[in-house]
Nanobody, 126 residues
Framework: QVQVVESGGGSVQAGGSLRLSCAAS????????MGWFRQAPGKEREFVAA???????????DSVKGRFAISRDDAKNTVYLVYLQMNSLKPEDTDVYYC????????????????WGQGTQVTVSS
C-alpha cells in the first residue's frame, strides 16, 4: 500500500523558518522524482520544488529560490524521506503544502506526479 505523508507544517511569523518532511512508502521511491507543491483555497496547485532520483538535480519556482531547499534521504529503502527547508518565510508562502512522487523526473507539472500526500498547512503571519 502506497503512503505519502507530510508533516512539519505550522504557524510562523514572517522571516521565520519551517522544515517540512515527507515520508513515502509502498514503492521503490528512490527511483522516483519527488516534488513539493502548494495550493490555496480556490487556486490551482502551484509547483514549489522538485528533486531527481539520487539528488542529482533540484528545481525551484523563482519565488522561493534562495529561501527554500529540497533534499531527500533514500537510505532506509523502505521509507523514503523528502524535506523542504523553508527560510525567510513570507505571508505569501501561506498555503497547504503537498508532497508528490513521479516517475518522469523533477518537473513542475503536477499531472506528471502519480502519488500525493494529504497536505500540511503552513501559515506565515506578518
Amino acid at each position: 500500500q502506497v503512503q505519502v505523508v507530510e508533516s512539519g507544517g505550522g504557524s510562523v511569523q514572517a522571516g521565520g523558518s519551517l522544515r517540512l518532511s515527507c515520508a513515502a512508502s509502498g514503492r521503490t521511491f528512490s527511483t522516483y522524482a519527488m516534488g513539493w507543491f502548494r495550493q490555496a483555497p480556490g487556486k490551482e496547485r502551484e509547483f514549489v520544488a522538485a528533486i531527481s532520483r539520487s539528488s542529482i538535480t533540484t528545481y525551484y519556482v523563482d519565488s522561493v529560490k534562495g529561501r527554500f531547499a529540497i533534499s531527500r534521504d533514500d537510505a532506509k529503502n523502505t521509507v523514503y524521506l523528502v524535506y523542504l527547508q523553508m527560510n525567510s518565510l513570507k505571508p505569501e508562502d501561506t498555503d497547504v503544502y503537498y508532497c508528490a512522487a513521479g516517475v518522469y523526473g523533477p518537473v513542475a507539472n503536477p499531472s506528471q506526479y502519480q502519488y500525493w500526500g494529504q497536505g500540511t498547512q503552513v501559515t506565515v503571519s506578518s
